[in-house]
C-alpha cells in the first residue's frame, strides 16, 4: 500500500532564515506531487504541483519555490522566510493517469513564523 | 471554469442528528466530485468520491453523499451525529490539469 510521510511535524523558525520541508511517498511510481499551504482558518491553497522529476509548476508566486530531485521525493524551500508564510503545509499524491485525480494527503507540517 | 461553494462555513448539531454539509459545484466537464474530512492538525482524509457510476456515493464513517447534476450539488450527509464527527469537511472538484478545485471547508461542531 501507497504511504506518505511529511516532516519535519512542526518547525518554528524567525523571520529570514531558510526553509526546507520534504515530503515522500512510498508504494508506488511516478505520482503527481502537490504542495497547499493552509493559512489559520482558511482554506487549501494550491501551491505547487508535480508531474515528474524535475517538472514544477507554479501556482502563486511567492517566496517559496519546489523541487523533486527523486521520482518519490517533493521539497518545499524558501530562501527567507516571511512572517506570512506560517501555515499548515500539506503534501499531497495522485496516480499518473489515474482516471479520478483522486489526492491523498500526507501529515502535514504545522510551520511558525517569529 | 471549475468550481466549488461551500453553504456554511460553520455548522452545528447535536449528538445524533442528522449531519447535512452542503456542496455546489461548476464544471463544464462531467466532473469528479470528493469529500475530504480533516481532524485537527491532521491532514485530509478521503471520505468519498463521486466517478460517474452510482449517483448515491457511500463512504467511511457512515458518511454518504447524492449527485444531482440538475442541482449542480453533492452534498454529504450522514443520519446520526457523533462526537468523533468534528471535523472540518472539504468538497473538490477536479479541474484542469490534474488538480482538484476546493471549496473553502465547513467546520462540523457536535453538540452533546
Known amino acids: 500500500s501507497q504511504t506518505i510521510h511529511q516532516w519535519p511535524a512542526t518547525l518554528v523558525q524567525p523571520v529570514g532564515s531558510p526553509l526546507s520541508l520534504e515530503c515522500t511517498v512510498e508504494g508506488t511510481s511516478n505520482p503527481n506531487l502537490y504542495w497547499y499551504r493552509q493559512a489559520a482558518g482558511r482554506g487549501l491553497q494550491l501551491l505547487f504541483y508535480?508531474?515528474?522529476?524535475?517538472?514544477i509548476s507554479s501556482e502563486v508566486p511567492q517566496n517559496l519555490s519546489a523541487s523533486r530531485p527523486q521520482d518519490r521525493q517533493f521539497i518545499l524551500s524558501s530562501k527567507k522566510l516571511l512572517l506570512s508564510d506560517s501555515g499548515f503545509y500539506l503534501c499531497a499524491w495522485a496516480l499518473t493517469g489515474g482516471s479520478t485525480d483522486t489526492q491523498y494527503f500526507g501529515p502535514g507540517t504545522r510551520l511558525t513564523v517569529l | 471554469a471549475q468550481s466549488v461553494t461551500q453553504l456554511g462555513s460553520h455548522v452545528s448539531v447535536s449528538e445524533g442528528a442528522l449531519v447535512l454539509l452542503r456542496c455546489n459545484y461548476s464544471s463544464s466537464v462531467p466532473p469528479y466530485l470528493f469529500w475530504y474530512v480533516q481532524y485537527p492538525n491532521q491532514g485530509l482524509q478521503l471520505l468519498l468520491k463521486y466517478t460517474s457510476a452510482a449517483t448515491l456515493v457511500k463512504g467511511i464513517n457512515g458518511f454518504e453523499a447524492e449527485f444531482k447534476k440538475s442541482e449542480t450539488s453533492f452534498h454529504l450527509t450522514k443520519p446520526s451525529a457523533h462526537m468523533s464527527d468534528a471535523a472540518e469537511y472539504f468538497c473538490?472538484?477536479?479541474?484542469?490539469?490534474?488538480?482538484?478545485?476546493w471549496g473553502l471547508g465547513t467546520s462540523l461542531a457536535v453538540n452533546p
Open positions: 473538490a472538484v477536479t479541474g484542469n490539469n490534474r488538480k482538484l478545485i
Open positions: 508535480s508531474v515528474g522529476i524535475g517538472q
